[in-house]
């Protein structure tokens, strides 16, 4: 099987691997250089670069890095670990690559006014592949949004039915209204998704929450949620809003949220008792543009 092909289909079925290259050789191995193995997230493999205990440690560590989702280079002396004189090389060292293959990161965007437009322009160029979703057939547009890879004009209930984020997805929810950003969170909260983001006041997003815990959903299952969405930059205009949510996007899947200030306040225990009614400035900005 072409490794590259397996590549591609591994992408487009949304799934996790890495690549394992051979890029520096010493000496004499059991392989040669430029010598590429996929593994795959169910720890299959196409290609090798050898086999042996490299090849079992090299799969070791591709493991390793489809989870951290950052690259390593690996460095085996063949002549000087006992373990690697199984008969299979003539002595010589190497430097594998491993680098992550990742699915697309969806950023599935529910609303379609100012902020999303800015925020689709500024996610697609960081990296994610917007899907936006609004129940208003002029602004659900491809001429509104050039840079999504797709626009559903849909109401909401339908459109959540045909979607399915799964673990490397995002979920941005920017609607006109605290009713649709209600029955969207209802469903994002139960999803797979990596992330889930609404943009809202404080007292707008306290008041969400009660109401769909009242339904019966778990307290446990907004823990993951962002809102008020975004880093706390301080932004106020849709444009900075939304580069304050591509920077929490970006924090999140690279991993380096931790220390960092989001306007999610309601994680703090000691903000749970805020009943402060003023609406946050994205909120703000987001009621008064849309």
Known sequence: MDIYEQIVQLRREGRRGAVATIVNVRGSIPSFRTAKMLV????????TIGGGCVEADVWQAAREVMESEKPRTLTFDL???????TGLVCGGSLEVFVEPVLPPALLYVFGAGHVAVNLCSVAANAGFDPIVTDDRTSYATLERFPAAREV????????????????????????????????ILRWAVQTRARYVGMIGSKRKVIEIFKALQKEGLP????????????????????????????AELIAIRRHADAGLTHMSWFRSQDSRAETDDAPDAADAAFDEHE
């Open 40 to 47: 795959r997230d169910d720890g299959s493999i196409v290609g």
């Open 79 to 85: 002549n000087q670990d006992p373990k690697y004189d």
């Open 219 to 246: 307290a446990h299952l907004f823990d993951r949620v962002h809102a008020p969405i975004g880093l706390d930059i301080g932004a106020i205009t849709p444009e900075e809003i939304a580069v304050a949510i591509t």
């Open 152 to 183: 559903h004009a849909l109401d909401f209930d339908e459109a959540i039915q045909k979607l399915d984020p799964n673990e490397t997805s995002y979920i941005v929810i920017v609607t006109r209204g605290h009713r649709d950003d209600m029955r």
